[in-house]
């Protein structure tokens, strides 16, 4: 390798070691779109696995089909029992997971297994976009993250596996140790790219031992360690190393645990061979890698967020869909009348094939109709309303006339809505999530106001409202409407600071619940506080004073999209 | 298949591992929620325990896991009646499972063939006696998670519908592991989990590398690894085991009973669920160090994470509820 490795080049070589050391590296994760460079690293997967099976799967495969069971369908033409043999139970093969950006969790889980039990390995194919990405607990157990993004097809020349290299390989895998101050300098760099899954490390002094065992090696260089700490733990790094810190806490831990005192190497011995390590990770990151590392902490958090609420794909309620075709399944369920009509115009030729049961409707797995559902989940829109004196003297009407008429629009939109005041000490849960605009309306016209300004409390009372509507299926959206100049802290006392104080951590706990929210101003003036807020929040900023009805419902509608 | 990790050998998670031998000790103080980040070895350690635990004589054959031949709900399907030695179940539930794959339901295959009406034992019956694992439990639908806490309590499970009628038991300890980020548990069904943990990966950087070293000698040289622990995991059984047998004699006076209310109290946590099980988890901790009578060190040791999951939640408290508990605990046993 004299010019940089393209991600082509550790895409062979990362299926090489796989090869070599299949129980210890788990699987290959690889981000790229369905082409030619996919499809020839797929055809070569034959070549470096020559003596197992190659099992395809998609991320709605039945589980009949992963673990095995009664063959349902094939029991009943037969009428004796027909048993499935499943996927997962076929030891030693690879399963290619297609689509494997759409895998749920729970298909996740069961594919984790048998990579627990060393039995299976992975090949996961991903061609998700931004948003879309393999579940964190599949991924953290494949050893190598490619991404061929960027490779033209001429960089992608069709490979085979050396066979024979390999068989010599594994053969002297065994002989190869791995030095205590190599296990030393993995961690120490992995905890220092932020990674915090032991996991990477291990994968890391495993595939540096296949790869000197591919080189015919009898010692992990230190010049192969570096080279597989790149594309192993470069693509896993969480944070661009400081090195600076790491010293001295090193340094702190070393009175508290003489019991542990094992590395018989120096700490200032390792540690410039450390940042050697670090720099070549970091020279093979590209250049916009920490945009990178931030989008996808994002993505995390989003992927997290619409767990519970949004993505909601209920097979059993909801808006029925046309039937589909599928096979029988625990989680699904037989549109009988469809199923029947798919049957029907065959019944005659299966009737009076040779060999044909007795049977008065002959019904094969290929006409069984599948009912579908879809079920949106539905949005909440929590309003938290400032009634506090401050407010109700400035603005509170016009605020009530904003309201009015985002609840509209709501209301053309079906979405839920509730209503959070807060006043004096406390905030108050106005209306409970509805869509009854006329009982939103009158709550909000005898909605008192006067006392003091309780910002943190509004927030707290948001947040818990968002958080259990969410899991029930909803998805919340919050709209604070305020002047901002909170004086009530969270625990009553009027203390200006300690009420900034507390509003702000309000805001920064709900923007960690990644609930997105919207903060109109509806003092005479827009308020840097409340600017700050918003920015605490992550929401949309909107002075009142400068902004008409329209721009209002514009902003929730931005927000809410 | 190779064996399981030594649970002697994992490396730190003391809370956890101290959380795991208690239910092994005594059953009833209710299974064990482990909260905690990716790879901080929540499975390994339920599986390692399993092992640990020496194994159970049941009916050979019978897929309720029955003592003997009286306990089988369903003799006639036996075709052996010897007793023989099996290790301690672990049941893995998958997520995604249906109710009828955890409670049994007709068997159709029998149904179909023969036009026998045949119940078909589901995972609660092959965990009787042993452990249920449940991974990602806060991503496992409510009312199978609802249904399984039942069971763990009642220690029975009883099946009613498509003309089948039976009753079996099914006492096992409930693990059930998570990720809080992806997603949270409800209330309801936390307090009734008797235990729980919050795991973290090491801080440390010793600590990191001790785990990273003991994992790959378990890989690489695993004949020598277990050697190497055997005699550690069969102390620690040996202390399972007669702390499961003095147990009923380890005393609490009515002062450890007035500072379980009392820290309960403090706490604010609701109902008398809590009291219980830190009576209980305190209880199993003195029978496992072989003491005669439950000490306030005890108490301080469990309190943790016999009640940290109770409370109400204070959003602002950063510091989490188990350290509110030990702030409580220091207050209340100074």
Same mark, same amino acid.
């Given at each position: ?130 948003? &879309? ?26 490979? &085979? ?55 015919? %090696? ?19 790094? @969480? ?65 997290? %967020?619409? %767990? ?40 005659? @030729? ?58 509209? &629009? ?81 625990? %009553?006392?009027?203390?200006?600071? &300690? ?63 | ?334």
């Amino acid at each position: 390798m004299t010019s940089a490795p393209t991600a082509w080049d550790r895409a062979r070589l990362a299926l090489s070691l796989l090869a070599i050391d299949p129980d210890g590296l788990g699987g290959i994760w690889m981000r790229a779109r369905a082409g030619v460079s996919r499809d020839r690293f797929v055809a070569a997967l034959a070549s470096a696995f020559p003596k197992t099976d190659i099992h395809r799967l998609h991320p709605a495969i039945s589980d009949d089909q992963l673990f095995g069971g009664v063959d349902l369908t094939a029991t009943l033409d037969a009428g004796q029992t027909v048993m499935s043999r499943g996927i997962l139970n076929d030891d030693g093969s690879v399963l290619l997971l297609t689509m494997a950006e759409r895998s749920e969790e729970d298909f996740a889980a069961k594919i984790c297994h048998a990579l627990d039990r060393r039995s299976q390995i992975v090949i996961a194919l991903d061609e998700g976009l931004e948003e &879309e990405a393999v579940p964190g607990r599949l991924s953290s157990r494949l050893a190598f993250h490619i991404d061929f993004d960027g490779l033209t097809h001429r960089d992608c020349l069709a490979f &085979e596996v050396d066979a024979d290299a390999l068989e010599i390989a594994q053969r002297n895998l065994a002989r190869i140790a791995i030095p205590a101050e190599m296990i030393t300098d993995t961690t120490t760099v992995a905890a220092r790219l932020g990674i915090a899954d032991p996991r990477a490390a291990l994968f890391t002094l495993r595939a540096a031992r296949a790869l000197t065992a591919l080189k015919r %090696g009898d010692v992990i260089t230190n010049e192969t360690l570096a080279d597989v700490m790149q594309f192993v733990l470069g693509p896993r790094a @969480m944070q661009w190393p400081e090195a600076a810190e790491e010293p001295e806490t090193q340094a702190d831990q070393q009175p508290q645990e003489e019991t542990e005192t094992e590395s018989n190497l120096p700490e200032n011995e390792i540690l410039p061979l450390q940042d050697v390590y670090l720099d070549t990770i970091a020279a093979s990151l590209p250049a916009d890698v920490l945009d990178r590392l931030k989008s996808r902490q994002q993505t995390a958090g989003r992927a997290t %967020g619409s %767990g519970a609420g949004e993505k909601r794909k209920g097979n059993r309620r909801g808006r029925p869909k046309p039937s589909r075709r599928g096979r029988l399944g625990s989680a699904a369920r037989v549109d009988l009348v469809a199923t029947l009509r798919a049957a029907a115009p065959w019944q005659k @030729m299966r009737r009076d094939a040779p060999f044909a049961p007795d049977k008065a409707v002959h019904v094969r797995a290929s006409d069984i109709r599948l009912k579908q559902f879809e079920d949106h989940s539905d949005r909440l829109l929590i309003f938290v309303v400032d009634a506090s004196g401050s407010a109700a003297l400035a603005r509170l009407a016009e605020a009530k006339g904003a309201i009015e008429l985002l609840l509209a &629009e709501a209301y053309a939109r079906r979405d839920h809505v509730a209503l959070i005041a807060f006043r004096g000490e406390s905030a108050d849960l106005m209306l409970p999530p509805t869509r009854s605009l006329v009982q939103t309306k009158r709550r909000l016209a005898s909605l008192p106001g006067g006392g003091g300004t309780p910002l943190a409390a509004g927030l707290e009372a948001a947040l818990s409202l968002a958080a259990s509507t969410k899991s029930k299926g909803l998805t919340p959206t919050i709209a604070l409407l305020t002047d901002g100049r909170a004086n009530i802290a969270l625990d %009553g006392n009027a203390n200006r600071t &300690e009420a900034v104080e507390d509003a702000q951590k309000m805001a920064q706990l709900i923007r960690a619940k990644q609930t997105p929210a919207l903060v109109i101003d509806t003092g005479m003036r827009p308020t840097a506080s409340l600017k700050d807020l918003a920015q605490d929040l992550d929401a949309t900023y909107l002075p009142l004073p400068r902004a008409d009805a329209h721009r209002v419902s514009q902003a929730v509608e931005a927000v809410l999209e | 298949m190779t064996q399981p990790f030594p649970f002697s050998a994992i490396v730190g998670q003391d809370d956890m591992k101290r959380a795991m031998i208690l239910t092994a000790v005594d059953p009833t103080i209710g299974g064990v929620l482990v909260f905690g980040d990716r790879g901080t070895g929540k499975s390994t350690a339920v599986r390692a325990l399993a092992a640990l635990l020496p194994p159970i004589k049941a009916v050979k054959g019978c897929p309720y896991n029955s003592e003997d031949l009286h306990e089988c709900p369903d003799p006639e399907i036996l075709e052996d009646t010897k007793i023989v030695e099996k290790p301690t179940p672990v049941v893995d539930l998958p997520l995604g499972v249906t109710e009828d794959r955890v409670v049994g339901a007709l068997d159709i295959e029998q149904a179909l063939t023969q036009g026998k009406k045949q119940f078909e034992p589901g995972l609660l019956a092959r965990a009787h006696r042993g452990y249920l694992y449940i991974d990602e439990v806060n991503l496992l639908e409510d009312h199978v998670v609802d249904l399984l806490l039942d069971v763990a309590v009642s220690g029975e499970n009883v099946v009613e519908r498509e003309g089948l009628s039976i009753r079996h038991a099914a006492k096992f300890v409930l693990v059930g592991s998570g990720n809080p980020e992806e997603g949270e548990l409800r209330p309801q069904l936390l307090d009734r989990f008797g235990l729980s943990v919050e795991v973290t990966s090491p801080e440390d950087i010793k600590t990191r590398i001790e785990v990273i070293r003991r994992r790959d000698a378990y890989e690489t040289d695993n004949k020598a690894f277990m050697r190497r622990w055997r005699g550690e995991d069969t102390k620690l059984r040996k202390r399972i085991l007669t702390g499961r047998e003095r147990l009923a004699s380890v005393k609490a006076d009515g002062s450890i009973l007035e500072e379980c209310a009392k820290l309960c109290i403090a706490l604010g946590s609701d109902g008398l669920r809590g009291e219980l099980t830190l009576l209980r988890a305190a209880r199993a901790l003195a029978a496992f160090e072989g003491a005669d009578a439950v000490t306030r060190d005890h108490l301080r040791l469990v309190a943790p994470s016999a009640l940290s999951h109770r409370l109400r939640r204070d959003p602002l408290d950063e510091a989490g509820s188990t350290t509110r508990v030990k702030r409580a605990v220091e207050e209340v046993l100074a």
